[in-house]
Structures are given as structure tokens and as C-alpha cells.
């Protein structure tokens, strides 16, 4: 907030390494076998995002990223794979065949090299967003910016949300509450 | 710092709500309230919950579609930051997701008692997916674009795996949930890298600075779009991202596959005509883009056609068959897509057809539901056999929706094909024109053999004569009327749908 130009030259270190970690752990997510490993693997990831945020000068955001993240909602998933550890064994699935194997690889590789070349390709002339870092600076902050524009310029989003998080619960508790095939 | 915090981000004019928008805002507050109240009743115990939410569930799609049959020749109207619009076309759709809920609602009753499966919560997801539905038609920011998109998938989900004891409708649902969770993670990439290129998540704003600037269309905004773009196509089921579809309205109960083939498909078009206009979709801004938009969604229409057909030939289960058909009529609908710019009649064929769609298919998946056995077992052809002796009016009612599906006049699918594939013709895009008359043609053999089976075979046993449901026999009444009411005055209908793109066109400038 006071001197950003501090940061400035070493956040693209930060950024790689941050980067960096954020992509190894989510590998390692993906190819873990044990599901508690993997969950753990997640929780390093996000991390790696909140570090990548804090470069960025969006401190609060890094914060909120390992309290809801990081802290509530991976305590929840390692809670349900705690939880149904006992009669689910392993998250090995069925092999799939070679061609899917290929063709997942491949599909892959084209979208990471198409990523590449878009993004180096892409001439810089990107507008501005309208919340540059002196507004926020401004204002008072990314606390004070951030609580002030959900409240007013995102109300609507900022409530829908509530909605979307009301029927997640009711659907959840639709499927989950009865017993398999029984009445009630 | 406390001091000096006279500067401020809140602008005042959001905090409150005109008189308008709050009147226009009525029937999305009486949907919720309505779904809110449904779900306090769903909790009673002192009698049971099943009437009461039952009721209430009607009265607030009913109510619903009165509230916004009041406003709908209101003004064009903005609110909450031009995050959200009230125009003719939002009420059209918005009435066509309550009319399709509303019929779900009546078809579920006496099919959720058969099934054991009675519960008030299923309602309740009903309202808020419409709900989400009536918010996606009429948001013009890709963040509540999103998050309307999510409040009504998350409800669809859980109605999707609503038969928990039944192993084929968890199957579906699991499936469903992973592959539709990865289609809107891909959307919503898509989204972020629309906002890094024009510095904006309103898509009238994304428009207009790609208009003023047309060297902003990058390759990132290109990546951007195409991504929003397969986020879509995955949703209304086109070919190359058609496979989760089969298995799940296969496996989801009968009733909840009509709302799917009708209300989601509905809302995820609604909003893939305001996204595709809003990319700069037939204005020429990048002719390289414009091309390969074009290319690619016909690659995808004629895909969508040609193996929806061919492979709803080899069906033998009908919900199996119907939802090919479903993937066919997508294909369809993808055409009045393509060719919206280029004609006179605009995107109105296309909301026309979905219109003449939601009917039939509605009313031919309420008659499933009435002739489902448990776990929807016994909706195979052969058990159709003979089913004009048993059940007349029933099969008199499968026969007029499936002379619909098939295009064959003087129903609403042929009023309806007709107009899109004239419309193709205007557009120069005969090709496209001949592969769907083929397709339907192809598609006439399946839909009559269903016919054929219910007439004029010899029934094979002797199922149990259900009595049928006053509240599924209201709805395909209702239905019947609809699909021939469309039929029969093609005009109308159009003449709706023209006044609702019309202010589509005003709205994007």
C-alpha cells in the first residue's frame, strides 16, 4: 500500500516460485493415490495462490484464501475422506484405456502450447480494469475497497451467492438424510 | 486514515431501487419467497408436508408467471449496476421456465407417491432452479451470469440423483456433477480472460469496448471467447460435448429429464444468444473470428444433427430415444444460431422452436412419467405395445407430441422447423438446410415406430391399468393444447418472439 515499487522488482521471483509450487502440488494432487495425500497436496496449492496474491498487492485476498481455503474447507474434505475412508479403500480407479491415456495427453499438450502462444503472442494493450492499485490506495485499502464495492457495485452477486449456498445445503441434505431405499 | 475516509467506492444511486425495479424485480422475489416458504413448509411434521408444499410450489410458479406477465411490455430497464436487465426477452423466457417448472410440479405428484420417493424438498429444488433459470435470461454480467448458471445446475443435480436406491440415477448424477463441474470451471476460465482483455465482466461493456477498439479482439479475448463458447455448447448437450447426456436422462427420474430437455436447455440458450451477440457474433468486428465462430459452430450443428439422428435409430428404451432426439433438436436450434445475423427474422425462429420444443417434449415426458413403471422400468417400446387399447386418450397424446418432434404438420415442431430452416435459407446457408430435412427425415422413422408400436401391435402382457392423475392428465392437456395452439398460429408466437429479440437488438446497441 505505501511502496509497491519495493515489490516490484522481486515479485516476479516470487511469482515463478509461487507458481511453480502451485503447479507441482496440483500434480500431485491429481496423482496420488491416497485421497488424504492428495487433499493435503491441495491445501499446499492454495497456499501457493495466496502467495501469488499477496505479490500482487491483494493482501486480503491472500488472507481469505487460507482461512476459507486453506483452513474451513479443506478441514471439511479431510473430514469426509475420514469419514468415508473405511469403505471406500483407495481412489484407484479403473485404468483407462491407451487411446483415452493418448488422447488425454495430447489434448493437453495442445491446450498448454495453444496457451503459450496466445498469451505471447497477445499484444500488450490491455485495458485497465477501473480498480487500479492508487484507487484502492485511496479509499483505504483493499479491506475497505473490496467491502465497499460488494455492498454496493456486486450487491447482486454478493446475494445471489447466499442463494446458491442455501440450495447446495438443501440439495445435500435431500440426498444425503434417508436411508438407501427406505422410506424414511 | 479514518479521518480522511471520505473517499468512497459506494455510489449512491446503487443503494436504492426505483420504483420500476422494484416492480420488475417482482417476479424473481415472488419465485424466491415462494421457494423459501416451500422450504419452511417442507419441515412441518404435524401433517404431512406433501399438499402443503405441493400448493405452494403451484401458487408461486402460478403467481410467477402472473407477475411477469404484468410487466412484460414494460420499458427496457437496467438494476444493480447493469448487472441485470428486464426486457421482453427475459419475460418470454422467464414465462417459459415457469410454465415448464409448473408442469414438472404436476407431473411429479402421483410419480414421486409411485416411487416412494414423496419428498417436499424435491419441489423446492424445482422453484430455485428456476429460479436460476429466470436470473440467467436476464443477467447481462458474466459473474451472475455464473452464479445463476451454478444455482440452477447444483438444484438439477441433486433432482438428478433423487432415486437414491436406484444405482443408475446416482451414476447419473455423479456423472453429471463431475463433467458439468469441469464445463463451468472451463466457462469460467473463459470468463476471467474476457475480463483481462476488456477490462470488463458486463457483457453490453465487453461489446461496446470491442466496438470502439476493435484491435482489443486479441488472441486472449479469442481464447476467452471460445472457452465461454464450449462452456455453452456443453450445456445444451452439442455433439462433441454431448456424452454425459444419454446416460444421465436416462438415469434421472422421468420428469426431471422433461425439465432438463426443456427448462435448462431453454435457459443455457437464452443466455448463449446474449453471449454470442455480446462476442461480436455476426457484426464483423474480426473477420478471422467471425469466420471461425461460424465454422465451428456449423461443424458442431451438422455433428449435432447427424448423430443425434442415427443414433436415436438404434434406441429401444424411449427415454433413451428422446434424449438423442434431444442432442438432434439442439442440432437444430444451433442452426437458428448460426444463422441469427443473416436473416430478417433475426434470433426469433430459434426462440420460437424453443418454445414449440419445451411443449412437446414436456408433454411426451409427463406421458412417460404416467406410464413409467417403478424406477422407470416398463418405458421400453415393446411395452408400449397396444397401448391405444388400454389407455386411448394417453396415446392420442403421445401420437400429437411425437408427430411434433418429428416435424409433421399442423403441429408446433413443424411451424416451428419451419421457420428456422427458412430462415437458414434467407441466411445463404443451404447446406446446413438440406443436412437438417435429412435428419428430420431420418428422424421421422423413430418417431413413428413408437407410433406403430402403441397402435397397431397386439399388447404383450397385461399391465396393471393405473388410474391416471388428475394433475398429470391437467398438464398434458395443457401441452397437447400448447403444441397445437403453436401449430396452428405460427404467427403469434413469432410475432412474441420478434418483439423479444427486437429489444434483445436495442439492448445490445
Not at chain 2, 440415477?169 to 466457462?187: D, H, P, Q, R
Request: charged share 10%; glycine share 6%.
Amino acid at each position: 500500500m505505501n511502496s509497491p515499487a519495493v515489490f516490484a522488482d522481486v515479485s516476479p521471483y516470487f511469482f515463478f516460485i509461487f507458481a511453480g509450487m502451485a503447479i507441482l502440488f496440483s500434480t500431485m494432487v491429481v496423482f496420488k493415490k491416497n485421497p488424504a495425500s492428495s487433499a493435503f497436496s491441495l491445501v499446499l496449492v492454495f497456499f501457493a495462490f495466496a502467495g501469488i496474491y499477496a505479490a500482487m498487492d491483494a493482501h486480503l485476498v491472500a488472507a481469505l484464501q487460507i482461512l476459507v481455503y486453506a483452513g474451513a474447507i479443506m478441514v471439511l474434505f479431510v473430514f469426509v475422506i475420514m469419514l468415508l475412508s473405511s469403505d471406500v479403500p483407495s481412489l484407484d480407479m479403473k485404468r483407462s484405456g491407451l487411446m483415452t491415456r493418448i488422447a488425454a495427453v495430447s489434448a493437453v499438450a495442445l491446450l498448454l502450447v495453444g496457451l503459450i502462444y496466445v498469451f505471447k503472442n497477445n499484444p500488450s494493450l490491455l485495458p485497465k480494469g477501473p480498480h487500479s492499485p492508487e484507487k484502492i490506495a485511496q479509499v483505504g485499502g483493499n479491506t475497505r475497497a473490496i467491502s465497499q464495492l460488494m455492498f454496493s457495485d456486486y450487491l447482486l452477486p454478493f446475494e445471489l451467492t447466499s442463494v446458491l449456498l442455501l440450495v447446495g445445503i438443501v440439495g445435500s441434505v435431500a440426498l444425503a438424510k434417508r436411508k438407501m431405499g427406505g422410506t424414511k | 486514515m479514518e479521518t480522511q475516509a471520505a473517499q468512497t467506492l459506494i455510489r449512491s444511486d446503487l443503494l436504492t431501487l426505483t420504483q420500476n425495479q422494484m416492480e420488475m424485480l417482482l417476479p424473481y422475489a415472488w419465485v424466491f419467497v415462494g421457494a423459501a416458504v416451500a422450504l419452511v413448509l417442507s419441515v412441518i411434521r404435524f401433517i404431512s408436508p406433501k399438499w402443503p408444499v405441493f400448493i405452494v410450489s403451484l401458487l408461486t410458479l402460478g403467481g410467477g408467471v402472473w407477475a411477469t406477465e404484468k410487466v412484460i411490455h414494460g420499458e427496457r430497464l437496467l438494476a444493480f449496476n447493469n448487472m441485470m436487465i428486464f426486457d421482453h426477452y427475459s419475460s418470454v423466457f422467464n414465462i417459459l421456465f415457469l410454465v415448464s417448472a409448473a408442469v414438472t410440479v404436476l407431473a411429479s405428484f402421483r410419480y414421486l407417491d409411485k416411487e416412494g420417493l414423496q419428498y417436499p424438498e424435491y419441489y423446492v429444488l424445482i422453484l430455485f432452479s428456476a429460479l436460476g433459470m429466470m436470473l440467467m435470461a436476464s443477467s447481462i454480467d458474466l459473474v451472475v451470469m455464473f452464479i445463476a448458471l451454478e444455482l440452477m445446475s447444483l438444484a438439477v443435480y441433486s433432482l438428478v440423483g433423487f432415486r437414491r436406491a436406484d444405482r443408475k440415477s446416482n451414476e447419473a448424477a455423479m456423472k453429471y456433477f463431475v463433467l458439468g463441474s469441469a464445463a463451468s470451471a472451463i466457462l469460467l476460465y473463459g470468463v476471467a480472460l474476457l475480463y483481462g482483455s476488456t477490462g470488463s465482466t458486463n457483457i453490453l461493456d465487453i461489446l461496446a469496448t470491442i466496438e470502439k477498439t476493435p484491435a482489443l479482439v486479441t488472441p486472449v479475448f479469442s481464447v476467452g471467447a471460445w472457452l465461454v463458447m464450449i462452456g455453452f455448447l456443453f450445456k445444451v448437450a452439442s455433439v462433441p460435448f454431448h456424452m454425459w447426456m444419454p446416460d444421465v436422462y436416462e438415469g434421472s427420474p422421468a420428469p426431471i429429464t422433461g425439465f432438463m430437455t426443456t427448462g435448462l436447455k431453454a435457459a443455457a440458450f437464452a443466455t448463449f444468444i446474449r453471449v454470442t451477440m455480446s462476442l461480436g457474433y455476426g457484426k464483423s468486428i474480426s473477420a478471422v473470428f467471425q469466420h471461425h465462430m461460424h465454422d465451428a459452430l456449423w461443424v458442431c450443428a451438422v455433428l449435432t444433427m447427424v448423430i443425434g439422428n442415427l443414433v436415436a435409430l438404434a434406441q429401444v428404451n424411449l427415454k433413451r430415444m428422446l434424449a438423442y432426439s434431444s442432442i438432434a433438436h439442439t442440432g437444430y436450434l444451433l442452426i437458428g444460431l448460426i444463422v441469427g445475423p443473416g436473416n430478417e427474422n433475426g434470433y426469433s425462429p430459434m426462440i420460437v422452436y424453443l418454445i414449440a420444443y419445451a411443449a412437446m417434449n414436456l408433454g411426451a415426458f409427463v406421458v412417460m412419467s404416467m406410464l413409467a413403471g417403478r424406477e422407470d422400468h416398463g418405458l421400453n417400446l415393446h411395452d408400449l405395445a397396444g397401448l391405444s387399447s388400454r389407455r386411448p386418450w394417453l396415446a392420442f397424446a403421445m401420437v400429437v407430441f411425437l408427430f411434433s418432434l418429428a416435424g409433421i404438420p399442423p403441429t408446433a415442431g413443424f411451424a416451428g422447423k419451419y421457420m428456422l430452416l427458412y430462415s437458414a435459407v434467407q441466411a445463404g446457408e443451404i447446406p446446413l438446410v438440406v443436412i437438417a430435412v435429412l435428419c428430420s427425415a431420418i428422424s421421422v422413422y423413430y418417431y413413428l415406430r413408437v407410433i406403430v408400436y402403441m397402435y397397431m401391435k397386439e399388447p404383450a402382457g397385461s399391465p396393471a391399468n393405473a388410474r391416471a392423475s388428475l394433475w398429470s392428465a391437467l398438464a398434458t392437456t395443457g401441452m397437447v393444447a400448447i403444441t397445437m395452439i403453436v401449430g396452428l398460429q405460427p404467427s403469434q408466437v413469432l410475432n412474441i418472439a420478434k418483439k423479444a429479440v427486437n429489444s434483445l437488438v436495442v439492448a445490445a446497441k
